[in-house]
């Protein structure tokens, strides 16, 4: 007898690899199949909805695995974390259907790319934020998210080394909006602290059926420069028409991503409609 | 021509042995000491408003100096934060008078204490909350916080070593609350992720005119005693009259402490009367 798991994941991937086992350094599938081989006594393979790449984080990565072992959910749980080291948890454990593929079968992920607007970029946010110490003009940067929204071919904002089929993808929901200030940390239910002043979160979100290679990053590096009134919001049409990854912004550094959340079932715009 | 600075720091302090230079070991007041004393090319000798211990972190530590130097404010900020490494932040730099000393002269240090209630500590919280997780009775804690507030011999709350002549402190202000659950990262201005489920922040507030050795971190651990109903709150009376650390609870993990912000000038309750 064996079942399938899903597992939804956490992680500060500061000190990893990425998702993906490579030939050297330590991954987080590795750490993951590692923890449920030992629960197993035998080998155990995972798969990964979304590949991040070295430094980039997750609140809601979802993996999923084919196991042996007839441990119940919160046992499961409670191992796994016991196993695997503090800066990679899980969140939760379920089963699903036989045929369940975490990558497969998930219809939507959703993204968030966190900047740190300020001059002093706080000391618990330095390995989760990309610190943007000028001005940043976020309802520009909205503006031209939004344009983003629907069916395109995003091959302006691919990188090299994808092996894909195709660049066209589905954008449910692209927005830019002001983090709160208190969210630099625990949020205290008393009054703020002196570190508040220096500065706040813009937080860059995207839900889509899939993501081509560095393409989240390539988002946000162009969304900077419309930010930096260096790129017109109206650009982004000619960037999804002519697909020229030449014509977009740089692509941002990784420690600002976030894997937030995977969704499955049929791929309906989630909640695009209440906003 | 000399000037008196008062520098407000916010640290991550897990890397660190604490404020004070100790004789092995990296101190945040060595780094600072070394950082002035580049700018300045001469030895510099800061002051700090509480020697918070190793694995102890700060919002609003504050430090004075005698220095030379000659840069205006935001340059000096600047070059510091260029100097200094990216788990210690200088967040506001000022001229002060001379006589300014920034552990003789405060009036009221505010504390804080980070509780993570839940089975999952999300990883971005590791290094700055203690994970309990089991359900707590916080507004019976806060109940017992409160029987704090007012001016008492804390002996019982107090390690040895600390050096003081009386045990006697005021405290403005000690209080208990439910942080808010998205503050566990950059809060999204969209909808929250799936560790949201797993556990919420209970902060511990003390504001007192100064704080003993490990105090704050005994009254936790007493306070926790309250939250799993292993004390009655109205014990805390006797602990104010009888002061002998034996009764009262064990001294919580540092990591959990955050000096959070210091106040000079006139010690009037600050900000008691609008809660």
Redesign the interface.
Known sequence: MSRTLKL?L???GSAYVGWQRQTSGQSIQGLIEDALSRIDGAPVVVAGAGRTDAGV?A??QVASARVATTLDQPTL??AL?AILP???????VEDAADQFHARYSASVKTY?Y?IWQG???????????WQIPRQLDVAAMDVAARLLEGRHDFGAFQSAGGHVKTSVRTIWLA?V????V??????????S???D??GH?V?V?IEADGFLRHMVRAVVGTLVEVGDHRRDADTIAALLDRADRGEAGPTAPPHGL?L??VRYGPAVAP?AGS?
Chains 1, 2 share one sequence.
């Open positions: 939804v956490a992680y500060d984080h609140l809601g749980k409670r974390n503090p800066d990679v948890r899980v969140v939760s968030e966190w001059d002093v970029l706080p000391p618990f946010l330095r390995a989760s934020c927005r909006g002001v983090g709160t208190r969210s630099a940390r625990v949020a205290s239910p008393f009054e602290a002196p570190e002043d220096n979160p937080v979100r976030v937030v959340r909640d906003r």
